[in-house]
């Protein structure tokens, strides 16, 4: 069974940094786009930050010079690295991945359960 296990979320006051970090396990051939995406209260998810596996990232606008995505393919981790954080920075974080388990077979997209990161102003 596939799982994306979350960590470093929290809580942090305005101008401050977290890291965020999440691991894929269990059995599967290859994974490839991995990103963040988060979801603030009353409002819909949206994409944070996404790499491949050859490590091309893509960010949103609103993160661009603040946030850095970063991955190690020989962990199955991704990493988010969140500096200069705002109060509309607070949501849920979740991690995504799109994981192939066998040959020949499509990447099915996965998510994790999320974590709440929260900057007080």
């Known amino acids: 069974q596939v799982q994306l296990v979350e960590s470093g979320g929290g809580l942090v006051q305005a101008g401050g940094s977290l890291r965020l970090s999440c691991a894929a396990s269990?059995?599967?051939?290859?994974?490839?786009?991995m990103g963040w995406y988060r979801q603030a209260p009353g409002k819909q998810r949206e994409m944070v930050a996404t790499?491949?596996?050859?490590?091309?990232?893509n960010r949103a606008d609103s993160v661009k010079g603040r946030f850095t995505i970063s991955r190690d393919n020989a962990k199955n981790t991704i990493h988010l690295q969140m500096n200069s954080l705002k109060p509309e920075d607070t949501g849920v974080y979740y991690c995504?991945?799109?994981?192939?388990?066998?040959?020949?077979?499509?990447?099915?997209?996965?998510w994790g359960q999320g974590m709440q990161v929260t900057v007080s102003s």
């Open positions: 790499i491949t596996a050859d490590s091309t990232t």
């Open positions: 269990g059995t599967f051939l290859d994974i490839d786009d």
């Open positions: 995504n991945a799109a994981i192939r388990l066998r040959e020949l077979w499509r990447a099915n997209d996965y």
